[in-house]
């Protein structure tokens, strides 16, 4: 069995639930319209059944206000709005321990406008504009709360920190991507890469490090990725 409901001029029409062809598991109940989900309905994962999203389906897409939830403990992961199956208006994102993440305005399924962004432990992380998910306009913080990069139209020179609030990314920028000048680090704060950037890709004369910040490779790209000079060395050099 598929699906159990009502039915109108062959159609689904009603209440109703579908369940996976495979093993008849619950997939998903709600309201339809012309055969269609329309109204309030919730969807589940197929390997546990626990709850996947519950909210508002037109002509069988997500839209309205809607939650997504994550897939191992079914706890909040999304609340907001949707449009044409995709995050559309305001929401606000969490992480696993339930700590607000982001919240702020969505367009085609990305952070668009403004918003908030937050590290785990609550602390303010970035605010301000977004453009097709990325930073555009506003200013980042530090662990300690200080304002430390401003970003401007996705230009100028800025920071990336993890969800822990360390420093992840320090270097230059345009529209939103890295790209110039750049550092990457590990999660113990010593220095990964160092070297520029093209679009938010490496390029150009890079340096690779061990977790103790010895050098481990450096390399030239000529102009393409695949093409390259370089040295490499050991742990022990």
């Known amino acids: 069995m598929i699906f159990e409901g009502e039915y109108l001029n062959g159609h689904r029409n009603g209440e109703g639930k579908e369940y996976f062809y495979f093993d008849s598991k619950l997939k998903f109940e709600g309201e339809y319209l ?34 997504e939830y994550f897939f191992f403990d079914s706890k909040l992961k999304f609340e907001g709005e949707y449009l044409n199956g995709q995050r559309n208006g305001k929401g606000k994102e969490y992480y696993f321990d339930g700590k607000l993440k982001f919240e702020g305005a969505y367009l085609y399924g990305q952070r668009n406008e403004k918003g908030k962004e937050y590290i785990s432990d609550g602390k ?30 996705g230009n100028e020179k800025g920071k990336e920190y993890n969800n822990n609030g360390e420093l992840e990314f320090e270097g230059e920028y345009l529209k939103g991507k890295r790209n110039g000048k750049g550092k990457k680090y590990y999660l113990n704060g010593s220095l990964e890469f160092e070297g520029e950037y093209l679009k938010g ?29 370089g040295k490499e060395y050991n742990n022990d050099d």
């Open 34 to 67: 012309n055969g269609q989900r329309n109204g309030k309905g919730k969807e589940y994962f197929y390997f546990d059944s626990k709850l996947k999203f519950e909210g508002e389906y037109l002509n069988g897409q997500r839209n309205g206000k809607g939650k």
């Open 124 to 153: 303010l992380k970035f605010e301000g504009e977004y453009l097709n998910g990325l930073i555009w306009n506003g200013i980042g913080k530090n662990k300690k709360d200080e304002i430390d990069f401003e970003i401007k139209e």
């Open 201 to 229: 890709k490496r390029k150009e004369i890079k340096k690779e490090y061990y977790f103790e910040d010895k050098l481990k490779f450096e390399e030239k790209y000529l102009n393409v990725e695949k093409n390259r000079i």
